[in-house]
Structures are given as structure tokens and as C-alpha cells.
């Protein structure tokens, strides 16, 4: 069975802050992906990253960074020099072939000025 | 290109009607998806399409659901009939390239449904 956890339901920071968003996924097949979508307050689901469970090195975009690490099963976010406008909702959600997307619970990130 | 389009943006129904959501996907995806949120089950996906044909609707919660998509470019959720705990947000999203579901999925802005 696969599922993801995101054990973090709300995190506050203060703007310039760095967050790091866990992620922790469970799967026995070897064959998987790996994504993180924001859901601003807006509503729609945009999507940040896509991982293959063949592919561990990190990525970085501009502010936004993740660490995949098989060895302990999890995907984390980080956010560098947090703004306001990276509050939202964050979701983790993992694929495995023949399944389906599932998502964790979403991580609550305010950032306040 | 425009990005997938839901209608309505917002039902409120009453209990026992029929309720149809829409969805056109972006043009040139092959798979559509549609998914329910709700505070007490998060984001569940409900059935998938690959080229017009259901692959999974194992997500659709009961009879009362249905979801059809005639062609490429336009999909429908029906609720029949409606019940109040089927108030949620409902997304549906397409995805490009065949023989790869796993491939980034656009979101549309959804629909809030409220049964009253």
C-alpha cells in the first residue's frame, strides 16, 4: 500500500525565514514518483516538482529546494528567505504504476511579514 | 494555450438533485482526472481517463457518481442524486503524453459544490 505523510498540519514562520516542509512516503515498489503541488488560498493546485524514484539528487529552483532521500523515504521541501506570497498549502503526493496519485494530508505554511 | 477549464465555479443544490460538473482539458493531454477535496478526506482522486476511455473509477464513491467523456476536449461529473456530505471542492486535471499518468498534472480552478 502506499501512502505519504505530511506530519507537519501548520507551520508559521516570519518572512526571511527558511522552512523546510517533510515529507515521508511508503512504498515497497522500486518504480515511483514523487511530486509537491501549492494550493494557494486562490484554490487551484499548481505544480512545483516531479521525482522519479531512480533519480535522488537534489533540486534546486530559484528559492525552493528538495531533498529526496530513499534511504529514509522522504522528500522534503525547503523554502530559503520565505515570502508572504509563499503562503498556501503544500501537498506531497507520490505515483506508483498501476495506481494512483496519492496525496498527503498538506502542509499549512504561513509566512507573515 | 488555456489551461483547463471547470464550470461551474460554484453549485449550491439541494438534497435529491442532479448536479453535472464540467471540465475541458488542455488541449493535446491524454489523461484527464477528476478529484474530490474535503477537509476530513484531503484530496481523493475519483476516476481517470486515458484517451476518452476510463482506466480507474475505483475512487468514485458510489452509484450516485458517474463520469463520462465523449471526446478529447470536454469531460462531465454527474451526481445523481445529491447529498449534503458530497459538498467539496471538485478539480479535475489533464495531463500530456500517452503511456505516462504519472506525468505533471494541470489543475483546474475547481468547483465548490454545496448540497444543502
Known amino acids: 500500500a502506499q501512502k505519504v505523510t505530511q506530519a507537519q498540519t501548520e507551520i508559521s514562520v516570519v518572512e526571511k525565514e527558511d522552512v523546510t516542509l517533510d515529507c515521508v512516503y511508503e512504498?515497497?515498489?522500486?518504480?515511483?514518483?514523487l511530486f509537491w503541488y501549492k494550493q494557494p488560498p486562490s484554490g487551484e493546485l499548481v505544480f512545483l516538482i516531479r521525482?522519479?524514484?531512480?533519480?535522488?539528487q537534489n533540486e534546486i529552483s530559484g528559492r525552493y529546494s528538495w531533498n529526496f532521500q530513499k534511504s529514509t523515504s522522504s522528500f522534503n521541501f525547503t523554502i530559503t528567505a520565505s515570502q508572504v506570497v509563499d503562503s498556501a498549502v503544500y501537498f506531497c503526493?507520490?505515483?506508483?504504476?498501476?495506481?494512483?496519485?496519492?496525496f498527503g494530508e498538506g502542509t499549512q505554511l504561513t509566512v507573515n511579514p | 494555450d488555456a489551461g483547463v477549464i471547470q464550470s461551474p465555479r460554484h453549485e449550491v443544490t439541494e438534497m435529491g438533485q442532479e448536479v453535472t460538473l464540467r471540465c475541458k482539458p488542455i488541449s493535446g493531454h491524454d489523461y484527464l482526472f477528476w478529484y474530490r477535496q474535503t477537509m476530513m478526506r484531503g484530496l481523493e482522486l475519483l476516476i481517470y481517463f486515458n484517451n476518452n476511455v476510463p482506466i480507474d473509477d475505483s475512487g468514485m464513491p458510489e452509484d450516485r457518481f458517474s463520469a463520462k467523456m465523449p471526446n478529447a476536449s470536454f469531460s462531465t461529473l454527474k451526481i445523481q442524486p445529491s447529498e449534503p456530505r458530497d459538498s467539496a471542492v471538485y478539480f479535475c486535471?489533464?495531463?500530456?503524453?500517452?503511456?505516462?499518468?504519472?506525468?505533471?498534472?494541470?489543475f483546474g480552478p475547481g468547483t465548490r459544490l454545496t448540497v444543502l
Open positions: 486535471a489533464s495531463s500530456p503524453r500517452s503511456g505516462n499518468p504519472a506525468n505533471e498534472q494541470f
Open positions: 512504498t515497497r515498489d522500486t518504480t515511483y514518483y
Open positions: 503526493a507520490q505515483w506508483i504504476s498501476g495506481s494512483r496519485l496519492t
Open positions: 521525482r522519479n524514484s531512480f533519480d535522488e
